[in-house]
């Protein structure tokens, strides 16, 4: 399957749903304290979906060797780097937590990610959280026609690895529309000048994994899922669903409450 390019119906389409999937992290937002398990977190998702009309797309989702996801949402804890199962854990203070929400809505999709910090945190960290959080940023601002793929990835790993951070290689950025995993894939690392270029109406998430340690990454256990670091160490993400306008770029998983892009940004 090729990239698809969306029209103004379809970019109406993505921007309702991307929408709703901050909408999702807004709602949990309050809830995320120490006591509080990654189950519940969950269950106050579905029920926030249900309310919108929209579906969770991780529910069931099933790609080629994996089994079903079991779950609303994904919730990585710690050392966790994706695709973390909810489960009956409290959270306590001092962890951080990725929750990622993908929603689908008029059968279009809308997939965002943060960072959660449960009560007062190291100050190692909020580094990560926040060096990660800028490292999204670092890509999301340089997306416009013209530019590559590389161009968007080497941004991003020279920002994290300038910051004595790794860069995980073996999960990435994906266009997305009517269906969850769509091409190109949209790599944290590279060379500038490289790969696709990037045009009007692409729809693609940027979504960087950063590592405190090392950027080697494993299974855990035997869910079939949850993927940790070699090392143990705390491991960041955030994630945004983009669309490559004529002049720019269009953050599509915008909401009220999420936070606002970097000083730099706009600078
Ligand atoms: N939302 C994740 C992403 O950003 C994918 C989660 S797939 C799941 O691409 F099955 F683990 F939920
Ligand atoms: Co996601
Ligand atoms: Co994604």
Request: with cysteine.
């Amino acid at each position: 399957m090729s990239i698809t390019y969306k029209d103004a119906e379809g970019i109406q389409g993505m921007r309702t749903a991307g929408r709703l999937a901050a909408e999702v992290l807004d709602y949990i937002t309050p809830f995320i304290k120490p006591g509080i398990t990654t189950r519940e977190i969950d269950r106050l998702a579905a029920e926030c979906m249900a309310t919108q009309g929209s579906v969770s797309a991780t529910l069931g989702y099933q790609p080629p060797g994996y089994p079903p996801y079991p779950a609303s949402l994904c919730t990585s804890v710690n050392h966790v780097v994706c695709h973390g199962i909810p489960n009956d854990k409290p959270l306590k203070k001092g962890d951080i937590v990725n929750v990622d929400v993908t929603v689908i809505k008029d059968g279009w999709y809308g997939d965002t990610s943060r960072m959660f910090m449960v009560g007062e945190v190291s100050i190692a960290a909020k580094r990560l959280c926040a060096i990660t959080f800028d490292a999204m940023w670092q890509g999301i601002m340089r997306v416009k026609p013209g530019v590559r793929l590389g161009d968007i990835g080497h941004a991003i790993q020279k920002f994290a690895e300038g910051q004595g951070f790794s860069v995980v290689r073996e999960f990435c950025g994906h266009g997305i529309g009517r269906r969850f995993h769509e091409e190109p894939q949209v790599l944290h690392y590279g060379k500038p000048g490289t790969l696709e270029e990037l045009q009007p109406g692409m729809t693609f998430t940027i979504e960087p994994m950063i590592n405190a340690g090392r950027k080697e990454v494993k299974e855990h256990g035997n869910d079939g899922w949850t993927i940790v670091t070699k090392d143990h160490s705390l491991s960041a993400q955030w994630e945004h669903t983009v669309l490559v306008t004529e002049t720019g770029y269009e953050v599509l998983t915008l909401s009220e409450h999420c936070p606002k892009p970097p000083a730099f940004v706009n600078a």
